[in-house]
Structures are given as C-alpha cells and as structure tokens.
C-alpha cells in the first residue's frame, strides 16, 4: 500500500519525461501507450494502488479511454491540477477519475460542469444538449444524478423546457430507456410538453407509414404520469388518445388500459384535493 500523502500535491511534470521513474504502461483506446509512474498514480488513487502494489500489474488496459484523456489524467495526477480538462474530454477525464476513486479528481470534475453550466446564460440547443447527454452518460455509466438535477436546473432557469424535449425526442427511437426517464424527469409536472410532441410526431408518422406506435413512444406513454395532461393540457391529452384510437385492434386493450388508468389517476387526484 501507498504510504499517506495527501493529494492533490504537485509531483513535477518533469517526472513525466523521466523513463526511470515511469514504470506503468497505459494501454489507451488508439493502441496508444501512456507511461507513468506507479507510485505517484498509487498516491493519487487506491484502486491503482492495489493493481500495481497487490496485483504487481507493470500494464493497465483504459482501452474505452482516448490518448489525449489518460495523458491529462496522469498529468492531473503530477501535478496536482485539473487544468487540462476541456469539454472534448471531460467525459473520459469524469469516468477515470470515479472508476480509480481520484476523489480529489472527481471533485474537480464536478467543479469544471458546474462552471460549464453556469457559462450558458443565453437558450442555445447544442449548449444544453452538451449539458444533457453529459449529465445523462454520468447517470448511465456512473450512477449519479447530481448532473442532471444541474444541466435540468439550467434548462427551466432558461425557460426553454419545452423548446428542448421536443427537439430532443426527435431521435426518440436511438434513446436508451434511461435518457428517456431524464425527459421524464426534466418535464415533471409538464408532462403535456412530452404528449404535444408525441401528438405531433405521431401526426406526421401516421400520413407516411399508417397507424404504428414507436418502441419509445409506448414507454414514454407507459411511464409518464399522463393524469397530470388530464389537468393542464386536456386538448393535448385528447388528441394523443385520437391518435391512439388509429392503432390495430391488437394495441387497443393497451390503450385503454392507459386511458383509464389516467383518467382514473386525475379524478383521485381531484378528489384529494
């Protein structure tokens, strides 16, 4: 085990050129090679500890990991700094620093989204979208949802709520069912937001390949809580069901369990209230 240093500290970048010190190959995604130095990266991280003090490991494969990536992590790891991170490869930067437990890192990382979501002060969909599948990919692969309470926060402090899950489903079918539950969660109670755009997705699809209902649609339909359309968006909500009607005769004991479960759903909700 590494003995206690406390990190960050700053190494030297100039142990980076020195083929003494750098006794540990990084296989990276290019079939690039990184070296560096065990011990240094051993202070930083405990898991890389163990491969290389228990495991005696001389290489690590970081084969999802692009070259330029592990080079500003271990450089991070050196000198003590996060300065090397920039959008194109925060991601792998985000990913390395929680798989290897680099807490300091991981902070780091946090740091530089939240500094990246505050920049966007004006409604730009290639900006918050960068926002979002980040945030998504973090959820995805790390299982963490501080992100997208951020990159969600940005969007509504925008006001482009709306603006945005429309165009974003527009490639609903290529959505992993979790990205969808962050559409989900990014409407919350303006669910009518996600039915007006299924309405007018539906619509168009309709006109070119007769009545059919995408995989990601039945989901979003399946999971929302439609019973809050029934209350802030009735016309939407009544043109989706319209729309539903179209469908073959083998979909229709689907639709009208979901029919009545969201009617259903409104009326006990009034009830409460």
Known sequence: MAP???????????????????????????????????????FNSQVIDHMTSTLHMTSVDMLEFSEAAVQVFVDSAYSGTAEGINREIFRDINKMANVFEVVWLVEKCSEYFTEVTNSIVTPSYSELLYLFEEACFVFENLNKKDYIELANDKIQELNWKEQFIDKYLENADRLSTKKLDMVIELAGSDVNFVVQTLVNQLTEMFKVQGPCLPVSCKYLLDTMDLSLCVKTERRGFYQLFELLENLPSECFKWGYNLLLRSTKEAASSDLLN
């Open 4 to 42: 206690k240093v406390k990190v960050p500290m700053d190494f030297g970048r100039h142990l980076l050129a020195s083929p003494t010190h750098n006794n540990l190959t990084l296989n990276t995604k290019e079939g690039g090679k990184v070296r560096a130095s065990s011990v240094i990266l051993s």
